[in-house]
């Protein structure tokens, strides 16, 4: 694939992945594709077979930056290699950490576009909606059930049941995300609001 032809293929992901993110896959059309581009519309066809080969190209392009990224993919809590720096680990460490992946994912472009994506198209597309729950319940709840057996193996937190600990730690953190994306203008709020919930929690099931 030459050169030219591969920055005009990444131009068209980006441009589908701010539509999409926005309007949604179906109120996307091949013409606005090729317009937000500036290339013609039989010229797109050069690239991709049609508008489905797009959707599922730019989801590859999300998964695989979230599978790089995201703790919640790349997390073991019993792996030695994993929790060895996490010894000791206080609620300021487990605040600061929550804080700065939160804030990974509201302004890495591909991860914020890829999850409004998934918003939307989550009632739409059965495919998609399987990957918004893996994603956004499923990892997520995982991460921390991990992350609560790892703390009360550690004698940090009393024993409890460690699924619903996750739940009650993780669900406003989910819900802070949301809120940022509808009001950027309050996440510093919304940072401090999450250090408080991670005391509290701590305070909570402190052994």
């Not at 005009?8 to 013409?31: C, H, P």
């Not at 979230?66 to 206080?90: L, N, Q």
């Not at 929550?98 to 198209?121: A, F, N, T, V």
Request: hydrophobic share 40%; with cysteine; proline share 2%.
């Amino acid at each position: 694939m030459s050169m030219e032809k591969s920055n005009t293929r990444e131009q068209i992901l980006e441009a589908a992945l701010d539509l999409f993110a926005v309007g949604g896959y179906e109120a996307t059309s091949i013409s606005q594709l090729a317009d937000a581009v500036g290339i013609r519309k039989a010229s797109l066809y050069s690239h991709f077979a049609n508008k489905q080969d797009i959707l599922d190209t730019v989801v590859e392009t999300v998964l695989k930056g979230y599978a790089d990224h995201s703790i919640f993919v790349r997390a073991d809590w019993d792996d030695p290699e994993f929790i060895k720096d996490k010894t000791g680990m206080t609620a300021e460490d487990v605040a600061k950490l929550i804080q700065g992946q939160m804030r990974y994912i509201l302004h890495d472009p591909h991860i914020s576009k890829g999850r409004k994506l998934l918003m939307i198209e989550q009632f739409r597309n059965e495919e998609l909606a399987e990957l918004q729950t893996k994603q956004n319940y499923e990892d997520v709840l995982h991460y921390f059930i991990g992350m609560m057996r790892f703390l009360i193996r550690e004698g940090t937190l009393k024993n409890a049941d460690t699924k619903i600990m996750a739940a009650q730690f993780s669900s406003p953190i989910t819900v802070w995300i949301n809120l940022c994306d509808r009001e950027p203008k309050r996440e510093d709020e919304v940072m401090e609001l999450v250090r408080k919930h991670v005391m509290q929690f701590f305070e909570i099931y402190r052994k």
